[in-house]
């Protein structure tokens, strides 16, 4: 009995399995010229956006009391204001008869 060789194996290829492999390479090529583009944006610091400014509050001396409660003095200027609001919601429908 006669050992055959792994190069006369590799002689004996299908179109199929010559697609095979052929489609392996060309993803492997893929991955390799993606590959450093992934990492360099995975490098890239996150920009969080800005905090935003603390709520609105009364300061140790308000001099916006003679207006009422709830308002508040804006830093930097002489203005006073008053954030308030509401929500209503309203639900409808109907069903053909």
Do not use: F, H
């Amino acid at each position: 009995m006669t050992t055959i060789l792994p190069w006369v194996l590799r002689a004996r290829k299908t179109a199929a399995d010559a697609i095979k492999e052929l489609m392996r390479k060309i993803s492997l090529a893929l991955v390799i010229a993606v590959l450093p583009a992934w990492a360099a944006v995975a490098e890239e610091p996150v920009q969080r956006p800005a905090k935003p400014a603390g709520p609105l509050r009364p300061a140790a001396s308000n001099s916006c009391a003679q207006y009422g409660a709830g308002y508040v003095k804006v830093e930097g200027s002489s203005t006073c204001i008053k954030v308030c609001g509401s929500v209503n919601v309203q639900v409808g429908g109907s069903a053909p008869r």
